[in-house]
Nanobody
Framework: QVQLVESGGGLVQPGGSLRLSCAASGFVFRSADMGWYRQAPGKQRELVATTTSAGITVYAVSVKGRFTISRDNAKNTVYLQMNSLQFEDTATYYC????????????????WGKGTLVTVSS
């Protein structure tokens, strides 16, 4: 079965850093598009960053320059390095996978992890 297991969340002070990890299994990781999304209480889930199988990255404007997404295909793991954290970054962060499924429109099949909570507080 497909599994996406996030780790690395926690409590951090404003200006601090955290690195989130997502360990993936149950699909061909190297050909999948991977991403990080977040959801704050009372708000919709939003894109944080994505990386395609070719290594192309996209970032939300709110995090660009502060966050970096990366992947290690040998370890089936995607990372999110978060620097200069702000109060507004407080949210549950979810790992997302969009594997290649033959005959199916790209992106139509996706999986989600259970999330890891990041709290930025002084």
């Amino acid at each position: 079965q497909v599994q996406l297991v996030e780790s690395g969340g926690g409590l951090v002070q404003p200006g601090g850093s955290l690195r989130l990890s997502c360990a993936a299994s149950g699909f061909v990781f190297r050909s999948a598009d991977m991403g990080w999304y977040r959801q704050a209480p009372g708000k919709q889930r939003e894109l944080v960053a994505t990386t395609t199988s070719a290594g192309i990255t996209v970032y939300a404007v709110s995090v660009k320059g502060r966050f970096t997404i990366s992947r290690d295909n040998a370890k089936n793991t995607v990372y999110l390095q978060m620097n200069s954290l702000q109060f507004e970054d407080t949210a549950t962060y979810y790992c997302n996978a969009r594997p290649v499924v033959p005959g199916i429109r790209p992106g139509a099949v996706e999986y989600w992890g259970k999330g890891t909570l990041v709290t930025v507080s002084s």
